[in-house]
């Protein structure tokens, strides 16, 4: 019995590959080696039947060729034959039916001659051993040669999916350095526009002291004003004949000028005729303005007691 050929898969899937390079590049080695190695067994198992039936073959014709005692004696189809074996396939079953499907071999002629038959009949198995053999080896170059199509396929893939993803990673890197740009940008004129806000903010409260210390300061009276001139107020002469004495406090607003803009009675003698003429004679007085802690003229208010005694 001729040993069973071992039967390589029509088609092998590659693996995923790893991600890192170094993992992938060792992977793809053990791949090719194996595959390689697992193409020579079977290669060489398919082979060494092939290669002990050509030489029994050849074997057989050169015992063909050795004449017989009896030459010209035909082998009768019962006869036994010493020197034929059985023929023994030396393809697999579906390529011999294939090649036998495609290109039928034509039917020797009978010969009388059982030498030339013999001889014919091996030489035909030969050839046709080496014509399967031929296309074995093509077959199997192919499928190899498909195989590594595919794994260089796959690394081609493999390096292009790392390739996008490395620029996926940059993009997104570069995004986030525009984010944090724009963020960065954000946040300094924010910062620039809180201290510009508290700048103005302490300019105003500078301002809005200055003006509470100047208007303190104008309004704290440093000097009261002064009588520059009076003319004394006339006594009325009604009061003098009823014998009416009394004293009269009137309040005057001094202008900044230092005249009387407005008089009052804060305070009446009790005789009408009296206070009349005293409000009436302060009005005419001439005084000196008030003066702030600033030196400055400022309205101010005084009260001026005219009292009207008979002597």
Do not use: C
């Not at 620029?167 to 924010?190: C, S």
């Not at 009604?238 to 004495?245: D, M, T």
């Amino acid at each position: 019995m001729r040993p069973r050929l071992l039967q390589l898969p029509k088609e092998t899937t590659p693996l995923p590959p790893p991600r890192p390079r170094e993992v992938a590049a060792q992977g793809l080695s053990s791949v090719l080696l194996a595959t390689s190695t697992v193409a020579l067994l079977g290669f060489g198992f398919w082979l060494f039947p092939i290669v002990s039936n050509l030489t029994d073959n050849l074997t057989e014709v050169k015992a063909v060729n050795t004449p017989f005692t009896k030459p010209n004696e035909a082998l009768s189809e019962d006869a036994p034959n010493p020197i034929a074996k059985p023929h023994r396939n030396p393809t697999p079953p579906k390529l011999l039916q294939r090649v036998q499907l495609a290109s039928p071999l034509p039917t020797p002629p009978i010969s009388t001659d059982s030498s030339q038959l013999k001889t014919q009949i091996l030489t035909d198995q030969a050839s046709l051993d080496l014509e399967l053999l031929a296309e074995y080896q093509e077959e199997e170059e192919a499928r190899l040669a498909e195989i590594l199509q595919k794994e260089r396929e796959a690394e081609e893939q493999r390096k292009k999916e790392e390739a996008e993803a490395a620029q996926r990673k940059a993009e997104l890197a570069e995004a986030r350095r525009v984010e944090e740009a724009r963020k960065a940008k954000q946040r300094a004129a924010l910062a620039a526009q809180r201290a510009k806000e508290q700048q103005a903010k302490a300019e105003r409260d500078r301002i809005a002291a200055a003006e509470r210390r100047q208007k303190a300061l104008a309004s704290k009276v440093s000097s009261a004003p002064t009588v520059i001139s009076k003319k004394a107020p006339l006594y009325p002469s009604s009061a003098k004949r009823a014998g009416l004495e009394g004293t009269t406090q009137i309040t005057a607003t001094i202008s900044p000028s230092g005249k009387v803009s407005a008089a009052s009675i804060s305070r009446s003698s009790g005789h009408s005729a009296l206070d009349s003429s005293a409000l009436a004679a302060v009005k005419r007085w001439k005084f000196a303005p008030a003066r702030n802690s600033l030196g400055e003229p400022i309205t101010h208010q005084v009260t001026v007691p005219i009292t009207f005694r008979l002597d």
